[in-house]
Protein backbone atom coordinates (compact mmCIF):
# COMPACT_ATOMS: atom_id res chain seq x y z
CA UNK A 1 0.00 0.00 0.00
CA UNK A 2 1.32 3.41 -0.86
CA UNK A 3 1.89 6.11 1.43
CA UNK A 4 1.04 9.79 0.74
CA UNK A 5 3.82 12.30 2.04
CA UNK A 6 2.04 15.03 0.98
CA UNK A 7 -1.94 15.56 0.76
CA UNK A 8 -3.85 18.32 -0.46
CA UNK A 9 -7.65 19.01 -0.52
CA UNK A 10 -8.74 22.21 -1.68
CA UNK A 11 -5.94 24.71 -1.24
CA UNK A 12 -6.43 28.29 -2.21
CA UNK A 13 -4.87 31.45 -2.44
CA UNK A 14 -5.72 34.94 -3.51
CA UNK A 15 -3.97 37.89 -3.56
CA UNK A 16 -6.62 40.68 -3.86
CA UNK A 17 -9.04 40.05 -6.25
CA UNK A 18 -6.25 37.91 -7.86
CA UNK A 19 -6.97 34.26 -7.34
CA UNK A 20 -3.06 32.42 -7.25
CA UNK A 21 -4.56 28.98 -6.36
CA UNK A 22 -8.07 28.12 -6.81
CA UNK A 23 -8.71 25.18 -4.90
CA UNK A 24 -6.26 22.56 -5.68
CA UNK A 25 -5.65 18.43 -4.60
CA UNK A 26 -2.61 16.68 -4.89
CA UNK A 27 -1.11 13.58 -3.35
CA UNK A 28 2.45 12.59 -3.43
CA UNK A 29 3.83 9.38 -2.54
CA UNK A 30 6.52 9.02 0.08
CA UNK A 31 9.71 7.95 -2.25
CA UNK A 32 9.04 9.32 -5.40
CA UNK A 33 9.31 12.61 -7.75
CA UNK A 34 6.50 14.92 -8.29
CA UNK A 35 6.88 17.57 -10.02
CA UNK A 36 4.14 20.69 -10.53
CA UNK A 37 4.34 22.27 -14.28
CA UNK A 38 2.84 25.54 -15.80
CA UNK A 39 3.46 29.02 -17.23
CA UNK A 40 4.90 31.79 -15.47
CA UNK A 41 2.48 32.54 -12.90
CA UNK A 42 0.57 29.59 -12.84
CA UNK A 43 1.06 29.64 -8.86
CA UNK A 44 3.70 27.16 -8.42
CA UNK A 45 5.85 29.18 -6.19
CA UNK A 46 3.28 29.93 -4.24
CA UNK A 47 2.02 26.64 -3.95
CA UNK A 48 5.72 25.57 -2.71
CA UNK A 49 5.59 28.56 -0.16
CA UNK A 50 2.18 27.30 1.23
CA UNK A 51 3.48 23.54 1.03
CA UNK A 52 6.74 24.43 2.81
CA UNK A 53 5.23 26.67 5.60
CA UNK A 54 6.59 30.00 4.34
CA UNK A 55 3.28 31.92 3.68
CA UNK A 56 0.00 31.20 4.48
CA UNK A 57 -2.99 29.55 2.39
CA UNK A 58 -6.84 31.14 2.38
CA UNK A 59 -8.40 26.99 2.67
CA UNK A 60 -8.01 23.94 2.06
CA UNK A 61 -6.50 20.75 4.17
CA UNK A 62 -3.02 20.25 3.87
CA UNK A 63 -0.59 17.68 5.33
CA UNK A 64 2.92 17.07 5.09
CA UNK A 65 4.47 14.25 6.32
CA UNK A 66 1.69 13.50 8.23
CA UNK A 67 1.30 16.65 10.16
CA UNK A 68 -1.62 19.36 9.87
CA UNK A 69 -0.08 22.43 7.93
CA UNK A 70 -3.16 24.64 10.29
CA UNK A 71 -1.57 23.64 13.25
CA UNK A 72 2.10 21.40 12.88
CA UNK A 73 3.76 23.96 10.90
CA UNK A 74 6.61 23.65 12.93
CA UNK A 75 6.38 19.67 12.80
CA UNK A 76 6.82 20.31 9.20
CA UNK A 77 9.60 22.63 9.35
CA UNK A 78 11.30 20.02 10.96
CA UNK A 79 11.42 17.02 8.32
CA UNK A 80 11.29 19.34 5.40
CA UNK A 81 14.24 21.23 3.03
CA UNK A 82 13.45 23.81 0.53
CA UNK A 83 15.90 25.09 -2.22
CA UNK A 84 14.02 27.93 -4.28
CA UNK A 85 14.81 29.57 -7.22
CA UNK A 86 16.89 32.10 -5.59
CA UNK A 87 20.09 30.35 -3.63
CA UNK A 88 20.24 31.22 -0.62
CA UNK A 89 24.06 30.70 -0.16
CA UNK A 90 26.51 33.66 1.65
CA UNK A 91 28.82 35.01 -1.12
CA UNK A 92 31.33 36.31 1.81
CA UNK A 93 31.47 32.77 3.00
CA UNK A 94 33.11 29.89 1.74
CA UNK A 95 31.70 26.40 1.14
CA UNK A 96 32.57 24.99 3.45
CA UNK A 97 31.55 28.03 6.01
CA UNK A 98 27.99 28.09 4.57
CA UNK A 99 27.70 24.61 5.51
CA UNK A 100 28.96 24.60 8.92
CA UNK A 101 26.90 27.24 9.53
CA UNK A 102 23.90 25.31 8.50
CA UNK A 103 25.05 22.64 10.42
CA UNK A 104 25.23 24.91 13.65
CA UNK A 105 21.26 26.31 12.82
CA UNK A 106 20.23 22.56 12.33
CA UNK A 107 22.15 21.71 15.99
CA UNK A 108 23.70 18.44 13.91
CA UNK A 109 25.95 16.76 15.97
CA UNK A 110 29.22 17.86 14.90
CA UNK A 111 29.07 20.82 12.02
CA UNK A 112 32.07 20.44 10.56
CA UNK A 113 32.40 16.50 9.92
CA UNK A 114 28.50 17.28 8.35
CA UNK A 115 29.68 19.63 5.98
CA UNK A 116 32.88 17.70 4.95
CA UNK A 117 30.64 14.62 4.29
CA UNK A 118 28.03 17.16 2.07
CA UNK A 119 31.31 18.75 0.49
CA UNK A 120 32.21 15.18 -0.55
CA UNK A 121 29.23 14.02 -1.57
CA UNK A 122 28.50 16.87 -4.19
CA UNK A 123 32.01 17.20 -5.22
CA UNK A 124 33.11 20.46 -3.82
CA UNK A 125 35.53 19.60 -1.64
CA UNK A 126 38.02 21.33 -3.54
CA UNK A 127 36.40 24.19 -3.55
CA UNK A 128 35.61 24.00 0.68
CA UNK A 129 37.59 26.83 1.07
CA UNK A 130 37.15 28.99 -1.79
CA UNK A 131 34.22 32.06 -1.40
CA UNK A 132 30.92 31.27 -2.81
CA UNK A 133 31.23 34.65 -5.04
CA UNK A 134 33.86 32.83 -6.97
CA UNK A 135 31.76 29.91 -7.68
CA UNK A 136 30.09 28.73 -10.83
CA UNK A 137 26.38 28.79 -11.32
CA UNK A 138 26.24 24.99 -11.18
CA UNK A 139 28.39 24.75 -8.37
CA UNK A 140 26.10 27.28 -6.12
CA UNK A 141 22.99 24.98 -7.65
CA UNK A 142 24.92 21.69 -5.76
CA UNK A 143 25.94 24.11 -2.46
CA UNK A 144 22.35 25.07 -2.03
CA UNK A 145 20.79 21.82 -2.11
CA UNK A 146 23.49 20.53 -0.14
CA UNK A 147 22.66 23.25 2.29
CA UNK A 148 19.03 22.06 1.97
CA UNK A 149 20.23 18.50 2.70
CA UNK A 150 22.37 19.55 6.20
CA UNK A 151 19.29 18.26 8.09
CA UNK A 152 18.56 14.92 6.33
CA UNK A 153 15.22 16.55 5.62
CA UNK A 154 12.18 13.59 4.14
CA UNK A 155 10.92 15.85 1.90
CA UNK A 156 12.29 18.26 -0.49
CA UNK A 157 11.03 20.92 -2.20
CA UNK A 158 13.20 21.52 -5.49
CA UNK A 159 11.64 25.17 -6.93
CA UNK A 160 12.58 25.66 -10.32
CA UNK A 161 16.30 24.39 -9.30
CA UNK A 162 17.91 24.23 -12.76
CA UNK A 163 17.04 27.31 -13.97
CA UNK A 164 20.37 29.21 -15.84
CA UNK A 165 22.07 26.20 -16.12
CA UNK A 166 24.60 25.06 -18.41
CA UNK A 167 23.27 21.16 -19.67
CA UNK A 168 26.10 19.44 -18.27
CA UNK A 169 25.30 20.97 -14.58
CA UNK A 170 21.58 20.51 -15.50
CA UNK A 171 22.31 16.51 -16.23
CA UNK A 172 24.62 16.99 -12.67
CA UNK A 173 21.67 18.06 -10.86
CA UNK A 174 19.39 15.02 -12.08
CA UNK A 175 21.69 12.93 -10.71
CA UNK A 176 21.59 14.01 -7.20
CA UNK A 177 17.89 14.09 -7.30
CA UNK A 178 17.82 10.11 -8.38
CA UNK A 179 19.91 9.07 -5.65
CA UNK A 180 17.96 11.07 -3.00
CA UNK A 181 14.75 9.89 -3.94
CA UNK A 182 16.89 6.40 -4.39
CA UNK A 183 17.68 7.19 -0.19
CA UNK A 184 13.82 7.85 0.70
CA UNK A 185 13.83 11.35 -0.19
CA UNK A 186 10.43 12.41 -1.57
CA UNK A 187 11.19 15.47 -3.96
CA UNK A 188 8.45 18.07 -5.03
CA UNK A 189 9.51 19.84 -8.05
CA UNK A 190 8.29 22.64 -9.96
CA UNK A 191 10.06 23.36 -13.59
CA UNK A 192 9.29 24.71 -16.79
CA UNK A 193 11.58 21.99 -18.23
CA UNK A 194 9.64 19.53 -19.71
CA UNK A 195 12.32 17.41 -20.44
CA UNK A 196 13.68 17.73 -16.74
CA UNK A 197 10.41 16.52 -15.85
CA UNK A 198 10.20 13.95 -17.74
CA UNK A 199 13.01 12.67 -16.91
CA UNK A 200 12.93 12.74 -13.18
CA UNK A 201 8.65 12.64 -12.64
CA UNK A 202 7.04 9.66 -11.04
CA UNK A 203 3.55 11.76 -11.29
CA UNK A 204 3.55 15.01 -12.86
CA UNK A 205 0.41 17.91 -12.28
CA UNK A 206 -0.17 20.31 -14.70
CA UNK A 207 -1.16 24.06 -13.25
CA UNK A 208 -2.65 26.90 -15.19
CA UNK A 209 -4.64 29.80 -14.06
CA UNK A 210 -4.50 28.31 -10.45
CA UNK A 211 -6.35 25.01 -11.01
CA UNK A 212 -4.62 21.56 -12.01
CA UNK A 213 -5.93 21.06 -15.13
CA UNK A 214 -4.51 17.31 -15.38
CA UNK A 215 -2.48 14.68 -13.69
CA UNK A 216 -0.40 11.62 -14.18
CA UNK A 217 2.69 9.57 -15.42
CA UNK A 218 4.73 11.50 -18.11
CA UNK A 219 3.32 8.39 -20.30
CA UNK A 220 -0.45 8.80 -19.41
CA UNK A 221 -0.18 12.67 -20.15
CA UNK A 222 1.27 11.82 -23.41
CA UNK A 223 -1.72 10.03 -24.43
CA UNK A 224 -4.41 12.52 -23.43
CA UNK A 225 -2.63 14.03 -26.98
CA UNK A 226 -4.18 12.55 -30.26
CA UNK A 227 -0.88 12.25 -33.09
CA UNK A 228 0.23 9.03 -31.69
CA UNK A 229 1.04 6.68 -33.82
CA UNK A 230 3.40 2.82 -34.95
CA UNK A 231 5.37 3.30 -37.91
CA UNK A 232 6.17 0.23 -39.81
CA UNK A 233 8.97 -0.14 -42.37
CA UNK A 234 8.74 -3.18 -44.92
CA UNK A 235 11.36 -4.55 -47.24
CA UNK A 236 9.37 -4.54 -50.43
CA UNK A 237 6.28 -3.04 -52.15
CA UNK A 238 4.28 -6.42 -52.11
CA UNK A 239 4.55 -7.17 -48.40
CA UNK A 240 3.82 -3.33 -48.15
CA UNK A 241 0.70 -3.92 -49.87
CA UNK A 242 -0.55 -7.31 -47.75
CA UNK A 243 0.49 -5.35 -44.90
CA UNK A 244 -1.84 -2.40 -45.41
CA UNK A 245 -4.85 -4.85 -45.86
CA UNK A 246 -4.25 -6.43 -43.15
CA UNK A 247 -4.38 -3.51 -40.78
CA UNK A 248 -7.10 -1.43 -42.91
CA UNK A 249 -6.91 2.42 -41.75
CA UNK A 250 -3.15 3.20 -41.72
CA UNK A 251 -1.02 6.26 -43.47
CA UNK A 252 0.91 4.85 -46.27
CA UNK A 253 4.53 5.98 -48.25
CA UNK A 254 5.12 3.77 -50.91
CA UNK A 255 8.53 5.78 -51.70
CA UNK A 256 9.59 4.82 -47.89
CA UNK A 257 7.90 1.47 -47.88
CA UNK A 258 6.16 2.28 -44.42
CA UNK A 259 2.81 2.33 -43.08
CA UNK A 260 1.78 4.63 -39.95
CA UNK A 261 -0.83 3.46 -37.78
CA UNK A 262 -2.78 5.29 -35.22
CA UNK A 263 -2.32 4.21 -31.62
CA UNK A 264 -1.69 5.22 -28.23
CA UNK A 265 1.38 3.44 -28.13
CA UNK A 266 0.79 1.36 -25.25
CA UNK A 267 1.34 -2.47 -25.42
CA UNK A 268 -1.48 -3.81 -25.75
CA UNK A 269 -1.89 -1.96 -29.02
CA UNK A 270 1.31 -2.71 -30.37
CA UNK A 271 0.80 -6.45 -29.65
CA UNK A 272 -2.41 -6.24 -31.17
CA UNK A 273 -0.39 -5.09 -34.80
CA UNK A 274 2.16 -7.21 -34.52
CA UNK A 275 -0.18 -10.43 -34.07
CA UNK A 276 -1.75 -8.81 -37.44
CA UNK A 277 1.11 -8.93 -39.04
CA UNK A 278 2.60 -12.28 -37.76
CA UNK A 279 2.39 -14.12 -41.37
CA UNK A 280 4.65 -10.47 -42.05
CA UNK A 281 8.32 -9.90 -41.74
CA UNK A 282 8.63 -6.15 -40.75
CA UNK A 283 12.06 -4.57 -41.46
CA UNK A 284 11.73 -2.08 -38.85
CA UNK A 285 8.93 -0.74 -36.43
CA UNK A 286 8.89 2.99 -33.99
CA UNK A 287 6.49 4.91 -31.98
CA UNK A 288 5.61 7.73 -31.81
CA UNK A 289 4.04 9.65 -29.17
CA UNK A 290 3.79 13.22 -28.14
CA UNK A 291 6.28 14.45 -26.45
CA UNK A 292 5.44 16.68 -22.86
CA UNK A 293 5.85 20.03 -24.69
CA UNK A 294 2.60 18.88 -27.12
CA UNK A 295 0.91 18.19 -23.74
CA UNK A 296 2.04 20.93 -21.96
CA UNK A 297 0.81 23.56 -25.39
CA UNK A 298 -2.60 21.67 -25.22
CA UNK A 299 -3.36 21.65 -21.77
CA UNK A 300 -2.35 25.38 -21.09
CA UNK A 301 -2.29 27.55 -25.11
CA UNK A 302 1.71 28.13 -24.00
CA UNK A 303 4.74 26.91 -25.46
CA UNK A 304 7.02 25.60 -23.04
CA UNK A 305 10.78 25.45 -22.56
Known amino acids: MTKSTIAVTGLRKSYGEQTVLGGIDLDVTKGTVFSLLGPNGAGKTTAVKILSTLTSADAGDVRVAGFDLATQADA ?5 GVTGQFSAVDNLLTGAENLIMMGELYRVGDPRERAAELLTR ?55 VRELVTSG ?31 GTPAELKRLI ?50 RLDHLEVAGLTVHTPDLDDVFFALTGEAAR
Request: aromatic share 6%.
Open 76 to 80: IRGVI
Open 122 to 176: FDLQDAADKFAMTYSGGMRRRLDLAMTLVGTPEIIFLDEPTTGLDPRSRHTMWQI
Open 185 to 215: VTIFLTTQYLDEADELADRIAVLDHGRIVAE
Open 226 to 275: PGGHILLRFHDIRTLDEAARALGTTVRDNEALTLQVPSDGDVKALRSVLD
